[in-house]
């Protein structure tokens, strides 16, 4: 239940601000009250669930400090990659390939956000910090659902293209136009969210899907 509910947040298919019921989750799961409880104090610890005064469990609000903090956090990381792996340049030939995929027609916002996630965890992975790697991916999970807001705003080809311009600089050791695509890429994914959930709040509403059994729609803020 915790891995299905978690997938469901971050992809927005449960939307910010639902309400959570313990025994609605149950009977979706099949579970007793204990394991969807331990299952929603997880989701809590990772910031994904709150809650309320009234006992209840709500989905997080997207919030726009958390995503400075990730976009800022991110930045950092990306860079501490692109500079070992300038140290000790590594064969990127198959990175290439996969991050092709993003020129493919007809992608779904799904494919896109899974072949991006995929680039630049095969960024990190290269470089062999099984730390950094691990560091890096909770990050890119917990920017997942921001990523799905401001990614209708930035085409897949737009993408592809930025990608093996990254890789051309990191292999040319190109360190300032390295660092120029990393900020495009962390803080570019702020500000097409900050223009969704600032100018045009509604918008939201056309990029959730339907609440599972066990969710209801309640206040956000």
């Known amino acids: 239940m915790y891995r299905a509910v978690r997938q469901r947040i971050l992809t927005l298919a449960i939307a ?3 309400r959570l019921s313990e025994s609605g989750l149950a009977q979706e799961f099949d579970l ?3 394991p969807v409880r331990d299952a929603l104090g997880r989701l809590m610890q990772e910031g994904l669930v709150v809650s309320g005064r009234e006992r209840g469990y709500w989905v997080a609000g997207l919030d726009i400090g958390d995503l400075q903090q990730l976009a800022a956090f991110r930045y950092i990381l990306e860079r501490g990659v692109a500079e070992l792996l300038v140290a000790d340049p590594p064969d ?3 990175l290439r390939e996969h991050n092709a995929a993003l020129r493919a027609p007809g992608l779904t916002l799904d494919e896109v956000v899974d072949v991006n996630a995929d680039f630049h965890m095969g960024l990190a992975e ?3 910090n099984q730390r950094l790697v691990r560091t890096l991916r909770r990050v890119l999970e ?3 659902r921001y990523f799905r807001v401001g990614a ?4 897949a080809a737009q993408m592809a293209d930025d990608h093996d311009d990254l890789v051309d600089a990191l292999v040319e050791a190109d360190m300032a136009r390295v660092g120029r695509h990393l900020h495009h890429e962390a803080f570019g994914t702020r500000d097409r ?3 969704v959930l600032v100018r045009s709040p509604r918008a939201l509403s056309g990029l959730i899907g339907t609440p599972l059994t066990g969710a209801h729609r309640g206040p956000t803020g």
């Open 16 to 18: 910010p601000g639902t």
């Open 32 to 34: 007793s009250p204990t």
């Open 92 to 94: 990127y030939g198959p």
């Open 126 to 128: 290269l470089t062999g």
């Open 142 to 144: 917990d920017s997942a």
């Open 152 to 155: 209708h705003h930035y085409s």
């Open 193 to 195: 969210v900050m223009d």
